[in-house]
DNA sequence: AAGGTGACTAACA
DNA sequence: ATGTTAGCCACCT
């Protein structure tokens, strides 16, 4: 059985391109409603393991929270802005409208 | 080996 | 209504 890490990686590897989520949603779908942190964590630490696209993950404000200076706001902006994803002056995004909430086959169990 | 920390969120007082 | 406390579990020192 995977542990929640790799449930994280798989929930985030199936996010839409051009599309944003939260460490919420993240955490929830992964099965863990308050493993926000655990999303923020696993992200830093393994974010160099696989081709994580953890710059779609921001915090509920749609603000990116990244205060690591080895993921630098500018680039997770960067990324997103190439990705398509309009991100304000102030590192925001409009979850309105770029927000991904698991339309469809984003569960996965075990 | 054990303890502390973390890119968060939500519930309580 | 705002401020504070609690909880999640893997990775690092």
């Known amino acids: 059985m995977p542990i929640f890490k790799d449930k994280v990686i798989r ?41 994580l696209p953890w710059q779609r993950i921001i915090n509920r404000f749609g603000y990116i929270s990244t205060k ?6 500018a680039l997770q902006k960067a990324l997103l802005e190439m990705e398509g994803v309009e991100v304000s002056d102030d590192f925001v995004v409009d979850l309105n409208k770029y927000g991904w909430w698991g339309d469809e086959k984003d569960v996965d169990y075990c």
Do not use: M, N, W
């Open 11 to 51: 929930v985030v590897q199936q996010i839409p391109k051009g599309c944003v989520t939260t460490y919420g949603t993240v955490a929830t779908l992964a099965g863990l409603p308050r493993g926000g942190r655990l999303v923020g964590g696993i992200l830093h630490f393994t974010s160099d393991e696989l081709d």
């Open 68 to 73: 690591c200076l080895e993921h630098p706001k």
